[in-house]
Every structure is written in C-alpha cells, then in structure tokens.
T-cell receptor, first 111, second 110 residues
Framework: DTAVSQTPKYLVTQMGNDKSIKCEQNLGHDTMYWYKQDSKKFLKIMFSYNNKELIINETVPNRFSPKSPDKAHLNLHINSLELGDSAVYFC??????????FGPGTRLTVT | DAKTTQPPSMDCAEGRAANLPCNHSTISGNEYVYWYRQIHSQGPQYIIHGLKNNETNEMASLIITEDRKSSTLILPHATLRDTAVYYCIVRGPNTDKLIFGTGTRLQVFP
C-alpha cells in the first residue's frame, strides 16, 4: 500500500500551459507539503497545509496554487508554465509536524 | 533554523558501519536534529531524530554530543541499498519546515 502517492510520475508540457499534480496520502496525517527539487538537487519547501489550512507559503510565484480538498489530498496547480519550472516536485505528509513522509515525486519538464 | 555542515561525500565498505558527521554549532536548546536520506530518484526518507539523548531505531543510531554542537548518524551494517544522499537538518519545535542542505553523498561499495 502506497503511503504518499503522486500523479503523474512524469509530466512533459509546453511553455504557457496550465497543469496540475495530484497528491494523496493514506496515513491519516493532518499536514501535507509540496517541495521542489531543481536540477542542482536543491530541495526546497513550497507550501504546507494543516487540516486544509495554508500554513507555510514560501516565496513562490503566484502561478503556483495549492489546493487541499480534504486532509488526504493536496494538489498543486501551475499556471502559465515556464522553462524554470522544470524540476521534480515532491509531496509529503506528517502528523502534527512530526517526521515527514515523502511521495515518489513528479518530474515536470517544460519545453 | 541553525545551519548544518556535512562532508560532501563519504565511502563505506558493505557490512561495515557508516558514520556520517554533522556540525550544527549554532543549534538552539529546543531545536531537534533530524536525518533524512534520498536514494537516487526517490523521495526523501525519514531516518531518525533527536533532541539531546542518543537515539536508536531499526534503521540507524543518532549520537549527539553533550554540547549539542555536532551529531553522528550511524548505519551499523551498511548495505549497497544504503547508497544515498544523507541530510542532517536542524528544526525548531514550532515549525515543521525542513531546510535541506547539500547533504553527504554516501557510497557503499562491495
């Protein structure tokens, strides 16, 4: 059973398009996160939601909008994709901010 | 959050103990030391964390010096599957933000 799952695993799209990445966790956690890992392998937090409430909102372009329909899901919508958005995006979850469990990642390539 | 310093890379023979050091000389009294690892192309994986006392779980042991300015992650019997980038992260009690540095790339060889 997959604890934290993401779809799709790979996403190739053109500049200017709008795309979404979905994340689901079946661990019963109350907090979910989105991280971005760029080509230099730096891993940075973007957002976190606790019980569907936005808690962490790092300096991220407003083209990125997280949406949490319920505690088990946190989706990431990206408008007007740019070349610099190419990266691996990881979803994670935790219970009350304790150790975080990460998904397998979504590799986004913008051409 | 306190800054951590780790060696960029280390090697370890399979079956031997891997000792990964981390310096966090500016750590505050209520900040925890967390260790995660990232095996190639996978999501980061939680390993262990501690505050003051040494900790052990099924994956590893964490040794924190008495002054808390450094710590060592110990993988007692490294296997090839332990080849990964290991991240030492200092995190305060009132935030769940993890700030990943560049980590230590551990290569376990046969």
């Amino acid at each position: 059973d997959t604890a934290v799952s993401q779809t799709p695993k790979y996403l190739v799209t053109q500049m200017g398009n709008d795309k979404s990445i979905k994340c689901e966790q079946n661990l019963g956690h109350d907090t979910m996160y989105w991280y971005k890992q760029d080509s230099k392998k730096f891993l940075k937090i973007m957002f976190s939601y606790n019980n569907k409430e936005l808690i962490i909102n790092e300096t991220v372009p407003n083209r990125f909008s997280p949406k949490s329909p319920d505690k088990a899901h946190l989706n990431l919508h990206i408008n007007s994709l740019e070349l610099g958005d190419s990266a691996v995006y990881f979803c994670a979850s935790s219970y009350s901010g304790n150790e975080q469990y990460f998904g397998p990642g979504t590799r986004l390539t913008v051409t | 959050d306190a800054k951590t310093t780790q060696p960029p890379s280390m090697d370890c023979a399979e079956g031997r103990a891997a000792n990964l050091p981390c310096n966090h000389s500016t750590i505050s009294g209520n900040e925890y030391v967390y260790w995660y690892r990232q095996i190639h192309s996978q999501g980061p994986q939680y390993i262990i964390h501690g505050l003051k006392n040494n900790e052990t779980n099924e994956m590893a042991s964490l040794i924190i010096t008495e002054d808390r300015k450094s710590s060592t992650l110990i993988l007692p019997h490294a296997t090839l599957r332990d080849t990964a980038v290991y991240y030492c992260i200092v995190r305060g009690p009132n935030t769940d933000k993890l700030i990943f540095g560049t980590g230590t790339r551990l290569q376990v060889f046969p």
